[in-house]
Nanobody, 122 residues
Framework: VQLQASGGGLVQDGGSLILSCAAS????????MGWYRQAPGKQRELVAT???????NYADSVKGRFTISRDNAKNTVYLQMNGLRPEDTAVYYC?????????????????WGQGTLVTVSS
């Protein structure tokens, strides 16, 4: 599975961004997908995941502000981010779990995109 993330940038506190991650090399509709982020000096953390069937899961810190979605016809997963805060500043990575089982175990999948930087200014 190859993943190509895009859509990061600089936004003001309270602003919005949408990240996209295009996948190739597998049957996308059967692959669980997720977004993770890593802030400077911190560990990589879960943001949101979606199963192949569209069941979603979010970190508590982003619930009600971020929405993960997928378009199987376009082999793409999205992360709509609203109400951005300075603490959301991080490199955001898309992730793929073809097994469909890792996210339920609290693990990330085997495949990563290259990361896209989101910076929220106060």
């Amino acid at each position: 599975v190859q993943l190509q993330a895009s859509g990061g940038g600089l936004v003001q506190d309270g602003g919005s961004l949408i990240l996209s991650c295009a996948a190739s090399g597998s049957i996308f509709s059967g692959v669980a997908m997720g977004w993770y982020r890593q802030a400077p000096g911190k560990q990589r953390e879960l943001v949101a995941t979606t199963t192949s069937g569209g069941t979603t899961n979010y970190a508590d810190s982003v619930k009600g502000r971020f929405t993960i979605s997928r378009d199987n016809a376009k082999n793409t997963v999205y992360l709509q981010m609203n109400g951005l805060r300075p603490e959301d500043t991080a490199v955001y990575y898309c992730n793929a779990d073809p097994s469909g089982t890792y996210y339920f175990q609290g693990k990330w999948g085997d495949y990563w995109g290259q990361g896209t930087l989101v910076t929220v200014s106060s």
